[in-house]
């Protein structure tokens, strides 16, 4: 009884271990395509101000209208788009978008205090260093495929979001064109960030992998000198 207790706690140790070391994965990867995302904003922005201004001011050439407007600021349209640029509400909301990269460093150091406490309940489970080191850098290495593939997943939930009857709905007052440019926008902005996290996950999978393989023949060996001991 007293052995099945044993091996219940340590499935639970580690069980609970795997899953903290889940959660600081996630969200060490998740901290830098935000921060890659926040660097980029300002194309985002710019894109965003472009086409809100098109929109308001009926004009498929902006640039030829902003190029009126310096020796025109008088003008009607000129002094609309001037207030559009002006838009105090769209300045502060990328203000506090920036802002959001400020708790990046906390983020990154509450994932290695979760690596850490995760690490530690996988010992707990198994009281083998080698082992629980093959254990996490197996683990992890499945982990990052799989975290690669929702990455690259992600524009596919964006237009399933905006394609739920109930979203559609919710926006059906506001021309499709004008989402699907929206949509266009926000896809291209968030390219790179998603590339760069992809690319990421992969390296981590595959310095995992190596670990992994050289970890599994220590492992081994470790086992036959013990038999032979």
């Not at 060490?28 to 894109?47: E, H, P, Q, R």
Request: positive net charge.
């Amino acid at each position: 009884m007293n052995e099945t207790l044993k091996k219940i706690l340590k499935f639970i140790s580690r069980s609970f271990g795997f899953l903290l070391i889940n959660f600081s994965i996630i969200l060490i990867l998740f901290a830098f395509f935000i921060n890659s995302s926040i660097s980029n904003v300002d194309s985002l922005k710019n894109d965003l101000e472009d086409l809100l201004q098109e929109q308001a001011l009926n004009q498929t050439g902006l640039q030829q209208v902003q190029e009126y407007c310096k020796n025109n600021q008088q003008d009607e349209k000129c002094i609309k788009l001037l207030q559009l640029e002006e838009n105090q509400q769209f300045n502060n909301l990328f203000d506090n978008i920036k802002a959001a990269k400020n708790y990046i460093n906390l983020t990154i150091f509450s994932s290695f205090l979760l690596f850490l406490f995760g690490f530690l309940f996988i010992y707990f489970g198994t009281f083998n260093l080698l082992i629980t080191c093959y254990k996490i850098s197996l683990h992890l290495t499945i982990n990052n495929i799989l975290v690669a593939l929702y990455f690259n997943f992600i524009p596919n939930l964006i237009n399933a979001l905006l394609n739920n009857p109930q979203v559609q709905e919710l926006l059906k007052e506001i021309p499709k064109e004008f989402i699907d440019k929206i949509l266009t926008i926000i896809l291209n902005w968030l390219k790179t960030p998603l590339f760069l996290t992809v690319k990421l996950t992969l390296i981590l999978a595959s310095i995992f992998l190596v670990i992994s393989v050289v970890l599994f023949f220590l492992k081994k060996k470790a086992l036959k000198d013990t038999v032979k001991d």
